[in-house]
């Protein structure tokens, strides 16, 4: 495969383009993936077990409260990770980032 010039110029930003999405779409990712391996302490900041009652930082019990938080946070960093490697797999099979543009919703 050998592209002309005009080819590489029209190619190469669009390249760019798709690697720093894939880029920001595996930070997405990572940070989803975090949030649902650990809780935060509401309070202090804390990373904690998933399981654990107490808070590992401060040792505050984990409330109704923080437990409805934390609910809510999971099923966010779930549908963001499903968001995020559906976009990752388009990018992979070469779907054009204007069509990605098109069905994402943020
Ligand atoms: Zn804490």
Same mark, same amino acid.
């Given at each position: 495969?050998?592209?002309?010039? *005009?080819?590489?110029?029209?190619? /190469?930003?669009?390249?760019?383009? *798709?690697?720093?999405?894939?880029?920001?779409?595996?930070?997405?990712?990572?940070?989803?993936?975090? /949030?649902?391996?650990? *809780?935060?302490?509401?309070?202090?900041?804390?990373?904690? &077990?998933?399981?654990?009652?107490?808070?590992?930082?401060?040792?505050?019990?984990?409330?109704?409260? &923080?437990?409805?938080?934390?609910?809510?946070?999971?099923?966010?960093?779930?549908?963001?990770?499903?968001?995020?490697?559906?976009?990752?797999?388009?990018?992979?099979?070469?779907?054009?980032?204007?069509?990605?543009?098109?069905?994402?919703?943020?």
């Amino acid at each position: 495969m050998s592209f002309t010039d *005009r080819q590489l110029v029209e190619y /190469l930003p669009q390249a760019q383009a *798709r690697w720093q999405r894939a880029l920001m779409e595996r930070r997405r990712l990572s940070t989803a993936e975090r /949030l649902l391996r650990a *809780r935060r302490c509401s309070y202090c900041a804390s990373w904690s &077990d998933m399981s654990a009652t107490h808070c590992a930082g401060c040792r505050r019990r984990f409330t109704v409260a &923080d437990d409805t938080e934390w609910d809510a946070t999971v099923s966010r960093a779930s549908a963001t990770v499903a968001e995020a490697e559906a976009v990752l797999a388009d990018l992979a099979r070469g779907v054009m980032l204007e069509r990605l543009n098109g069905v994402s919703h943020g």
